[in-house]
């Protein structure tokens, strides 16, 4: 499997991903214990977080301001600023016996114990399994793994939008769901090829 450039990358159709019906927002209590039973029903989950920019030299950003949790079909949006209502989040993201696949998921890690006291369990870097899995040289983003493996383009055009504000716009939900929701379908299609 060859990497592809990033002039290869923006050739290829965009990567549509999953439908904005299918991204839940959770800011109740009720919501929240609804979506962690969910999401307690699964081995594996694709998982991501978003903090606000900083743009000031030296400015440490106070995020992660959202948390995405991603199930084959639906993904679960978390803004941090409700968090009493969603504490119960730390029993699936401690769960050893429930794997969550992510890219960058060492700053992940770190942002969520700082902030919260939450320890990330049974994580699995894609980055380097990507790698691996695909015999390129290079750490691999979601999207180039995107490419490689569905040969479609992860649009990232709202990476560097302000993720502390509420409501998010809906550009943002679906490039923080979609940045999950890859996660996952990028594990489940490595599961799929090792098997033929």
Not at 40 to 49: E, I, P, Q
Not at 145 to 165: E, G, H, Y
Request: charged letters at 25%.
């Amino acid at each position: 499997m060859e990497r592809p450039t990033k002039a290869q990358i923006r050739e290829l159709p965009l990567y549509e991903g999953i439908a904005l019906e299918n991204v839940i927002v959770i800011t109740t209590q009720a919501n929240a214990m609804s979506a962690i039973a969910e999401l307690k029903k699964h081995a594996c989950l694709g998982f991501d977080t978003e903090s606000k920019p900083c743009f000031i030299q030296g400015e440490v950003s106070d995020g992660p301001h959202l948390i995405q949790i991603a199930t084959p079909f639906k993904v679960f949006l978390f803004p941090t600023q409700f968090y009493e209502h969603f504490i119960g989040i730390n029993d699936v993201l401690s769960d050893p016996l429930i794997k969550k696949v992510g890219f960058g998921l060492k700053e992940d890690k770190k942002i969520l114990w700082r902030k919260f006291g939450i320890k990330l369990v049974n994580a699995v870097e894609l980055s380097s399994k990507v790698m691996r899995f695909s015999h390129v040289k290079q750490p691999v983003g979601a999207r180039v793994a995107v490419a490689m493996l569905f040969k479609q383009r992860l649009s990232k055009s709202a990476q560097q939008s302000n993720w502390s504000i509420y409501p998010l716009h809906e550009h943002q939900k679906k490039y923080a769901a979609n940045d999950a929701h890859c996660a996952l379908l990028i594990e489940l299609e490595m599961q799929r090829l090792s098997q033929d």
